[in-house]
């Protein structure tokens, strides 16, 4: 991890399988700073959410230039837990939930093992109302009734794809730099990106839709799985204030 670190943030994308269970989950590890600078640590899929466990909350990274201290694990875990809701609802049962959701909301809770949810897990969902969303974010907090089991109390991020996309989109151009100034490492990725974390990145631009700004599919289908992935973790260090904590290397003197 980069010394400059202060908050290290897990993402995650689950897709169904054949029967609607979960298929498969790919996720993305990015580190933030001040700043809102960031540098992505490690991509990949995992076929389980136990395996999702394991990667994205059990596994530290080395802090780099600092041998003696403890590797550090993810802060923060956000699964996309279904897009497009446009709903408000204060209470959400296991038949209106969705598959995807309940798998989520389970894993949120160690599936029964834990009386209430873990706190490094934030379920998210895109905003898919007509109207523009306003706000950047709105914490929700739903009881989530399981069919023959108790009530659970869950926190849920609803988060506004566009506001967020443009804060993404603007930290990749300044990382990139323009024909004036040379390229920073202001957003940076790992040296093991592949075409398909290319393409996915770049499958959506900015376009004028009933005469409001929308990011849209450039062509149908569209396979945008690391570009969600991407922007629900700049959401997320947006809203844990990663711009304003403490870097590694201060709680990690040499």
Avoid at 63 to 78: E, F, N, S, T, Y
Wanted: aromatic fraction near 12%; charged fraction near 30%.
């Amino acid at each position: 991890l980069p010394p400059w670190t202060t908050l290290l943030v897990a993402s995650a994308d689950p897709k169904p399988g054949p029967r609607g269970e979960t298929g498969h989950i790919d996720y993305g590890i990015r580190a933030w700073g001040q700043h809102f600078r960031s540098q992505l640590i490690d991509t990949g899929r995992v076929q389980s959410f136990s395996d999702l466990q394991l990667r994205c909350l059990e596994t530290g990274f080395p802090i780099r230039d600092r041998p003696d201290a403890q590797p550090v694990k993810p802060h923060v875990l956000c699964i996309d837990a279904g897009g497009g809701v446009n709903f408000y609802e204060e209470e959400e049962s296991e038949e209106s939930a969705g598959v995807r959701a309940n798998a989520v909301y389970s894993f949120a809770f160690r599936d029964g093992e834990l009386a209430k949810q873990d706190p490094r897990i934030v379920p998210v969902r895109g905003f898919g109302g007509k109207k523009k969303m306003q706000e950047p974010w709105r914490e929700r907090s739903i009881a989530w009734r399981v069919k023959g089991k108790q009530t659970y109390y869950l926190n849920w991020l609803l988060v506004n794809p566009d506001d967020n996309k443009d804060i993404l989109d603007y930290l990749i151009h300044v990382a990139r730099g323009d024909e004036e100034e040379p390229p920073n490492d202001y957003w940076d990725v790992h040296s093991d990106i592949d075409e398909t974390y290319i393409a996915q990145m770049t499958a959506e631009q900015r376009q004028l839709y009933q005469g409001v700004w929308r990011w849209m599919p450039i062509s149908e289908p569209a396979n945008n799985d690391y570009w969600d992935i991407e922007y629900y973790s700049c959401a997320i260090a947006r809203k844990f204030g990663a711009d304003t904590r403490k870097p590694l290397e201060d709680l990690h003197p040499t």
